[in-house]
């Protein structure tokens, strides 16, 4: 068992290259390159903590899970998760977490959800006792209980994913590594499993690892935010602290009384106009008052909104940069 | 751990028993293709009776116990190969690496369930529908008939390691379909099924009863047909145990290999 001060996972300057063979044009002989997945990568998580893991496309994001599982193993640096070396232990960690892949399941097709389970109760050898509880809870907090007598290959994706969750759940991990959980589910299904995910890290303590491409979650889950790209560290911190490394701006929306050519004021820069409407962009860190008042002293305002930068944007220009 | 594969092997069994349509069309075919066979070996065996030493009831015998292995050695496909592949080229098969179960041990469990369903649900029709409508030679004795059971579990066994020999090649393939085919035409010649292989010529024979697929048909229904009894039926079982632990030892080897290449597809 790790202690209470130890990080629940810990990754030190972790490395993993990969190398390709690729067939040059022209050529019959193949080439080899070597791609860099991860690169100096290092970071901590301690327990209870609910992190969301960021990057886009071939930044490393599925590497790094693998190498959190034990499936690859680092060409330098060093992994523990729950004080233990995944690729040299896959099997003892095995038992301490609990991974879902959005696109992928664990789920036997063509058998009722119940069937699979029973195999994954057998698999962790988990007491019937915890087994009942577990079940339980799983099937109240996510509805699965018109569910577990139907074949999964007749359920929904939103369904599936449910399902999918709770068999990751049944053997108390204390780690649980979530890949893309909500891709491709509908606004109730994906606000049944945040709740859900809510819910275990509160109640169980279970530290959470969240792949997404969809910032919401990680709005409404996670306090905390990591963003990859080409295998490095780019952030690592609070959700607010991403506007101010991305040098992200807001945005004031000015209605003036009549039309009137761009405005310049100190501090801001104008972006377009619209009728007597313009847009003024200026840094997310600055307050908007002295600007309104130094627009207000020049010009009769009618009225005037302040526009938060879209996460969305902060990380594309973060992604952009890199 | 032992309790979790045979688990493994009842869900595998149960899978293939929901689809009742599926086992009750592969129950019609296989006795279709044994009366087609059934036909044609009574044609051959009137020209050249005692063709490989078979009398017609015995050649006759093994036309039907072929069509009632078919489907339990996966000869042409129905097998777990295939989503196995499916599940490699798509990455799917990372989920199933991090799980604390074995990689072979679980395809096998698998693959054991699904070949006692379809003994039981393509095999056992078919048979009956044969003896029915034929003279065949099957024995009285409990004792052979627990040879062959043996004998045929061994051959499942022997299948499944081809099967899964096959399947990691997903891992170096893009599209194994070319691979699965080939073992498909090579294991139907080879196992027998075309023809015994007692009546191939020469050392065409010689070595087609000493490779693997042998397991498959030829050393059941040579039990069966006590053509192989006594002491002889223990070497017989013995065959077919050796190459089983040889190629599952092989398969246990490449996946070692294989899985180290997971990260390719898939991210």
Redesign the interface.
Known sequence: MTQSGEPMIAVEDVEKV?D?RRKAAGRLRRERHRVR?VDGLSFTVPRGEMVGYIGP??AGK??TI?ML????TPSGGRVLVAGIDPSRD??RL??R?G?V?GQ???L?W??PLR?SY??VR????IEDARYARNLAACVELLDLGPLLDV?VRQLSLGQRMRGDIAAALLHDPEVLYLDEPTIGLDVVSKAKVRGFLRTVNAERGTTVLLTTHDLTDIETLCSRVMVIDHGRLMYDGGLDGLHAAGDSERTLVVDFARELPPVEVPGARWVRSEGPRQWLAFPAGDSAAPLVAALAARHPLVDLSVREPAIEDVIARMYGAA | MGGFYAAVVVRGFRRFATYRVATAAGVFTNTVFGLIISYSYIALWDQRPHLGGYTEAQALTYVWVGQGLLAAMAQMGGGFETEMMERINSGAIAVDLYRPADLQGWWLAADLGRAAFQLLGRGVVPIACGALVFDLALPASPLVWLLFAAAVALGTVVSFAIRFLVGLSAFWLLDGAGVVQMTWIVGLFFSGMLLPLNAFPGALGDIAQALPWSAMLQVPADVLLQRRHGADALLALAFEAGWAAVLLAAGRLLQGVATRRVVVHGG
């Open positions: 990969f390709v997945a496309n071939g599925s590497t693998k599982t034990g499936i690859l896959r099997a095995s038992r977490i991974v892949f992928r399941t664990t036997w063509d058998l069937d029973q195999l057998r698999m962790y050898r074949p």
